[in-house]
């Protein structure tokens, strides 16, 4: 699972050009957050979603040439070892 951090101007129809662009590369969306208000006139959005490496940096590059997208990060899937786990 990939992890697509995306911090954008807090306004109406935002969500939806995000959508868009993800869907159209073909990828299903899993899951997605939003967060208004920090810093103010912003919304943080997490979309959580399966895709190529080729696909995902097409993704990030067409959600940064968006005027109302001021940062795009892609988190990739981590494993994390709990205290009972052997590496």
Do not use: W, Y
């Amino acid at each position: 699972m990939n992890h697509l951090s995306i911090l954008a101007v807090d306004q109406p129809g935002v969500l939806v050009k995000v959508a868009t662009i993800i869907s159209g590369r073909g990828l299903n969306i899993h899951e997605l957050n939003a967060r208004t208000g920090n810093p103010p006139g912003l919304t943080r959005i997490v979309i959580d979603f399966l895709g190529e490496e080729e696909t995902l940096r097409l993704v990030c590059g067409h959600l940064q040439r968006l005027e109302v997208v001021k940062e795009v990060i892609l988190l990739k899937e981590v494993t994390l070892l709990t205290e009972n786990q052997e590496f």
